[in-house]
């Protein structure tokens, strides 16, 4: 995989961003995660890193918003089958009976 020198500072800065609140002992939630590359990219003197930090942010967002949309439970009924349920819906207008 090629990838461009911005998406390799953007990962960098977001390791980066993980690493910090990993050592800083509280908690890791995509929360905290924007949190630490917020303060990142006011701290930075850089104007490219600055720019990674605000793209990284974006990318986690976006990432935390598609994660959100669609969420999959399983469920153990009585008889012990799994049955399996998206916040998503059928993938057509049918219902399934």
């Known amino acids: 995989m090629n990838r461009n020198d911005d998406e390799k500072l953007i990962d960098i800065v977001m390791g980066k961003a993980v690493l910090a609140m990993l050592h800083g002992g509280g908690p890791v939630s995509t929360a905290a995660l924007v949190a630490e ?43 012990n089958v799994g049955h399996i349920f998206s916040s998503s819906g059928p993938t057509d207008d049918k219902k399934k009976h």
Do not use: P, W, Y
């Open 37 to 79: 590359l917020k303060s990142m990219a006011v701290n930075e003197n850089n104007a490219l890193r600055q720019r990674a930090c605000e793209k990284a942010i974006i990318e986690v967002r976006n990432s935390a918003n598609a994660t959100r949309q669609h969420t999959t439970f399983k469920v153990r009924g009585s008889d």
